[in-house]
């Protein structure tokens, strides 16, 4: 086997159900450490334990991983009682245990293609001086076969920051985004940064199976409507109104305040994914899976997919639009009088 980097994965999960043993296993070959922190800030009160734990049996899930399938000794599990400040304290709780040379965030439902891992991997060996990488997002929603895209992820929300270089002294500072300095206070991504379009022209893009199953759009919506930064108080409405009935199929992404449309995805999905759909498939397993049938209508009707084009492709307009309001009142203001200016401050 070829040398392969030394790769710390970080993740911080809460409910990660029904994808926590899946994702490890897709991580292991590559990984030299999966340092995983469990529990909830406290915006996710209301779907974590009183003492700040998941619901859903994910920390039972973790421990069964590193008891019975980690006979390297790669899985470190950080839980504690009691709730994180919030998801900057949970990330950094997983970069101060980091021994690799490089540190990879992941999220519990995000999958790559092994051979995409294959070629970072490589990437990394041949290119040491690579400081960051950034990967595009493609989401899915309901089943494998579906995703959406949106004006949101147009407008560079789908390029995903996950992979940074690691060292002595480096320090990892913010979730949003994911922001690592080196020892020096550099920022990753002003240096060597290999940028998500770099890679999507390999065909290396990062699979993100965040609206897949209705347990974590009720989740994900519920922790959405009560955080402070994510300003959507409207995501339960959404949840009812845009994924389980499909009343709003031109805002079918989370973030709805910007357009979205639905897609067949046509591609495949990494191995660990067609593992845990077969799973999710069979009649006994507990979860739900969303019915499909309003989906498959909508898909294949031709005025949805007259209406998508249109509505996706006023995109850039509508944000030339915005742009040109932005700088028109940026110029009136440094043209009017200050007086005027000072009045205006005070409406």
């Excluded at 086997?1 to 070959?29: C, D, H, K, Q």
């Excluded at 660990?272 to 009649?283: E, H, P, T, Y």
Aim: net charge positive; charged share 25%; hydrophobic share 40%.
């Amino acid at each position: 086997m070829s040398a392969r980097p030394r790769i710390s994965f970080g993740m911080i999960v809460l409910n990660g159900e029904p994808f926590t043993r899946y994702t490890l296993r897709a991580l292991y070959p590559y990984a030299h450490e999966i340092i995983v922190v469990e529990g909830a800030a406290p915006g996710a009160a209301k779907i974590a334990s009183a003492d700040g734990h998941s619901l859903d049996g994910t920390l039972a899930s973790l421990r069964a991983f590193k008891a019975q399938e980690d006979p390297e000794d790669k899985l470190i599990i950080v839980t504690r009682d009691g709730f994180w400040s919030e998801k900057d304290e949970m990330s950094q709780a997983y970069a101060e245990r980091a021994t690799g040379d490089f540190l990879w965030q992941v999220d519990v439902d995000e999958f790559y293609q092994p051979r995409d891992m294959e070629q970072i991997c490589a990437l990394l060996i041949e290119q040491p001086d690579i400081t960051a990488v950034s990967f595009e997002s493609v989401f899915f929603w309901a089943a494998p076969e579906y995703r959406v895209d949106s004006w949101y992820l147009r407008r560079g929300e789908s390029e995903f920051h996950r992979l940074f270089k690691w060292g002595a002294g480096y320090r990892y500072v913010t979730h949003r985004p994911p922001t690592v300095l080196d020892a020096r206070g550099q920022d990753l991504r002003q240096l060597r940064w290999i940028r998500a379009n770099d890679l999507l022209a390999r065909g290396i893009h990062l699979y993100h199976y965040a609206l897949l199953l209705p347990k974590q759009v009720r989740e994900k919506c519920e922790y959405y409507s009560r955080a402070e930064w994510a300003r959507r108080q409207l995501a339960l409405e959404w949840a009812d109104e845009a994924y389980f009935a499909l009343r709003r199929p031109y805002h079918a992404h989370n973030v709805y305040e910007y357009p979205g449309c639905l897609y067949r995805f046509r591609g495949a999905h990494p191995p660990q994914v067609v593992q845990m759909w077969r799973d999710l498939s069979d009649s006994q397993s507990p979860y739900d899976l969303r019915p499909r049938d309003d989906i498959e209508a909508l898909l294949n009707s031709r005025r949805y997919q007259l209406g998508r084009a249109l509505v996706m492709a006023a995109n850039w307009p509508a944000l030339w639009l915005r742009r040109t309001r932005i700088r028109f009142m940026r110029l009136l203001t440094r043209l009017l009088p200050r007086p005027l200016k000072d009045a205006l401050k005070r409406l």
